[in-house]
């Protein structure tokens, strides 16, 4: 299965979801942190790692990367994917109701703080006690973790005509 093809899933997956009415669906219980730009480039033509300012769509393409690359599993990367935006809103009735392409550009071109989110995210399971708990993907958050703590400022892409 393809990342890309995992927010179709999800939000099949999620379509019985029922919050109050007009509220957003959140992916996880692990809070989005507003940020405000890209993957920092120097003038060197070297774009580095910044997961504290990535956008999802950013964040989709470099958790491809680390997929191909073996630094993180496909069950690591649906977990960042599905974390790191709303799926849709809850409509009057209760229903699931998908974002339109418009809003969804909008969320997939919005920076968020993904080396918070996963930090959050790894807090929460060891304050409810969840670490040992199969379900709660607690060793995938936690490798997860270390992958972007390992990656972070370092160079990403280098663009030799710089």
Known sequence: ?????????????TSS?????GSTVKNSTAANSAASAAPTASGSGVTNYDFTNITPAQLDSDTQKLVQSGQLTLGQAALLQISSEPLGLVGPQGQFVPFTAA?????DNTPINALQMVQNQVSELQQTGETNDPGSNYKEWTGILSTLQSLQGTPESVNTVA
Request: charged residues 5%; hydrophobic residues 50%; proline residues 4%.
């Open 17 to 21: 979801i029922t919050p109050a009415a």
């Open 1 to 13: 299965m393809s990342i890309s093809s995992l927010s179709s899933l999800t939000a099949a997956l």
């Open 103 to 107: 809003q969804k550009a909008t969320l």
